[in-house]
Every structure is written in structure tokens, then in C-alpha cells.
């Protein structure tokens, strides 16, 4: 696309200009043949993370950039955070083109759920946004699964056309990547960089498919009700999950409430004794408590950990109220995790951070 150099972690142009912008390389290392930009080899390396300047409106004019292509679109979807995964109008941005949605991160999952439950679940999801894919694929890059069902699909519907993958931060678009490149033999000199940091990759990365036709990596998509974004850099090993999904199930009366850390919290206000199971990570502590003494559990800040800094008091949370349907649902924190939960006409409350996303769906378990 450009001729100017960029980097090959995190397709950023390389400048020698100004420390703080992106892209920034010492004038002495752009001899080297491959160009690693000073953010992405602190990543690499020393696994820091230097903040960027690119802003949302960024990451969007890149989308209106793809939709006047005529591409296909690889629309990657967190299978772990459905709805934190999900970009505003992006049929609209993409001006139409053809969409392949790939389900990643079906290592997470429960290994009991079929396949094909998800699938059908995911399609019937993403019916009610108005995406009509040409196709539906579960992968994980992490797994290598599915890798040569996904390239036989590219290949299928991209008709010798360029392939543009996109999705919001941390959905695991530049591990699926490099899985590919491993996969395919190309080696693995190359890769680009990956991290649990929201937003590694900076701008789009060109890997030739054929003579014709290229792959891009765009960066990801800020989705701001994510919990990623608020949490301190060193809690995110403990919200991002490595492995498995095990459900721990309470069976909770009502007047009781689940704390999820310190960064969100159930009420179970009323309705029948009842069965909570909560999908989170293994490595977010959940505490049970009465509900009567909640409130001063989570402001003396003792057992709840990791918490949002910037959050003192429980009265600083925006609470989200829910009376429960006749059916199973999922109560949803984006980023986080969910609860399942089969409780008809149940009264529950959600308090969570400002900004951070609350949703009710079907139930994907």
C-alpha cells in the first residue's frame, strides 16, 4: 500500500522524529533489515506497553478505508466476549463488502459445547445486529483449531480479492495471524506483535497472499465498555483468560450478592431460590455476601481484589437493573464474563464502573 517503511510488529510507519509518536525508531537502527519500532520491541522484550496517541475516530477512518475496497472482510468475534466484541454499524462502514465472521478464542469455551450449538447461537446473534455473513467459522489461534478450514474459506469467498481482517482490541486478531503464517511456512521471524495490552496493533499490516492479493491486519477497534480499558496493566493477566472456562455454580437465596473481584457485583434482589453458574477467569476471585452487607465490604477494600482505582466507593457504580425472563439467560460484563441464569420474573441488580457494558442475552451454554 505504502512505501515507506513500517514497522513489522505493528504496521506502524517508522519515524525518527519524535520519541512519543508511534512508529518512533533510533536513526542508528533503521539499517536493520527487519524494523522493530521502540514500542513494539518494549513489548517483545520487556513486555511494557507504551501508551499511543490514535484515537477511536482513528481506528474508524481505517474502517471507512476498507469499505471503499472491494475486499473480504474477516470479522473476527471473541466467543468469550460476545458483546464487547460487537463494532457499531459495521455493514455500514465496510459500504456492504463481504463478511466471514470468525467465532476465536472456541479453546475458551467449554469443550462440552458442541460446535455447532455455538454456531447456530452466533448466527442467530448476529441476525439480530443486521450482519449477514457469507459464512460462520470457529477458530482459535492460541489452538491452532480450525486454521485449515479458515484459509480454504478465504480462499473460497475472497475471489482473487485483497482480505481485510478486522475486530475490536484483544480479540486475538494478531495471534490468529501469526498462527497462519506458522501454519502456512512462513516462518516465524516475522510476527507481528501480540499482548493482553488493548491496541498493539497500530496500523494495517500487508502479508502477501498471492501475486495479486494481499492480507491485512488493521488495528483493533477501541471498544471503550470493555473492562480492559480501566483496569491497571497488571490486573489484565487475571480478567484475560488463558484457558478453559470451568463454571462455578452458586446456589444463591435472594438478598445475596457476588462480587467478581473488586470491579463488579450481582445482587440477587428477589425471586425463588436459584442456581447462578458464572463463567469468569480462573484467576478473578468470586465472593459471596449477604446483600445487607456489600456495601461495606467492597468499601473497606480488603478482600476485593483487583479494583478499579479510581473507584472509592460502591455508590461511584452505575447499577443496572434486570427482571429476568421466562427463558435461560446470560447476564453479561463485558469483558469480564458471564452468568447464566434460569430464575423467570427474578428482580437482579449489576453494578459495574461507568462506561463498562451490562447486556442480557440468550444463553450460549
Known amino acids: ?30 539499517n536493520n533489515e527487519k524494523v522493530l519500532c521502540k514500542r513494539c520491541f518494549r513489548l517483545k522484550n520487556y513486555h511494557e506497553l507504551q501508551k499511543t496517541n490514535l484515537t477511536s475516530d482513528d481506528f474508524l477512518n481505517i474502517l471507512q478505508k476498507i469499505g471503499d475496497q472491494n475486499c473480504l472482510v474477516v470479522y473476527l468475534i471473541d466467543l468469550f466476549d460476545y458483546n464487547g466484541s460487537l463494532i457499531n454499524g459495521l455493514p455500514r462502514h465496510l459500504n456492504n463488502n463481504d463478511i466471514l465472521v470468525v467465532g476465536n478464542k472456541r479453546d475458551i469455551l467449554p469443550k462440552s459445547l458442541k460446535d455447532i ?26 489452538k491452532n483449531y480450525n486454521l485449515d478450514l479458515l484459509i480454504d474459506k478465504i480462499d473460497e469467498y475472497r475471489h482473487g480479492r485483497d482480505v481485510y481482517i478486522v475486530g475490536v482490541t484483544n480479540v486475538g486478531k ?20 501480540t499482548s493482553e495490552f488493548p491496541g498493539t496493533t497500530l496500523d494495517l499490516i500487508e502479508i502477501p497472499l498471492d501475486d495479486q492479493s494481499c492480507l491485512y491486519d488493521s488495528p483493533g477497534i477501541i471498544n471503550s465498555h470493555q473492562m480492559a480499558h480501566l483496569v491497571k496493566d497488571e490486573d489484565l493477566k487475571v ?3 488463558k484457558s478453559e472456562l470451568r463454571p462455578i455454580n452458586f446456589q444463591l437465596n435472594d438478598q445475596q450478592s457476588l462480587y467478581f473481584g473488586g470491579l463488579a457485583r450481582m445482587d440477587f434482589i428477589s425471586g425463588k431460590h436459584s442456581s447462578f453458574t458464572c463463567y469468569f477467569p480462573k484467576l478473578l476471585k468470586i465472593h459471596r455476601t449477604k ?51 434460569n430464575c423467570p420474573n427474578a428482580k437482579v441488580k449489576i453494578h459495574v464502573p461507568k462506561g463498562i457494558g451490562v447486556f442480557i442475552r440468550e444463553a450460549l451454554i
Open 174 to 193: 494478531s495471534s490468529l495471524i501469526n498462527a497462519l503464517l506458522k501454519h502456512y511456512g512462513s516462518g516465524d521471524d516475522n510476527l507481528i506483535t
Open 291 to 341: 446483600l445487607e452487607k456489600s456495601d461495606s465490604l467492597y468499601n473497606r477494600h480488603l478482600t476485593l481484589k483487583p479494583e478499579i482505582e479510581t473507584v472509592k466507593d460502591i455508590k461511584e457504580m452505575k447499577v443496572y437493573d434486570f427482571k429476568l425472563p421466562q427463558h435461560k439467560v446470560d447476564l453479561v460484563i463485558s469483558g469480564l464474563g458471564f452468568i447464566s441464569v
Open 1 to 30: 500500500m505504502s512505501e515507506k517503511i513500517r514497522c513489522f510488529g505493528c504496521g506502524a510507519i517508522i519515524q525518527s522524529e519524535d520519541e512519543k509518536k508511534i512508529g518512533f525508531i533510533p536513526k542508528n537502527a533503521l
Open 239 to 241: 480478567i484475560i483468560p
Open 117 to 142: 450449538k455455538i454456531e447456530h447461537w452466533l448466527r442467530r446473534q448476529l441476525k439480530e445486529i443486521g450482519i449477514k455473513p457469507v459464512d460462520v467459522i470457529l477458530s482459535s489461534g492460541v
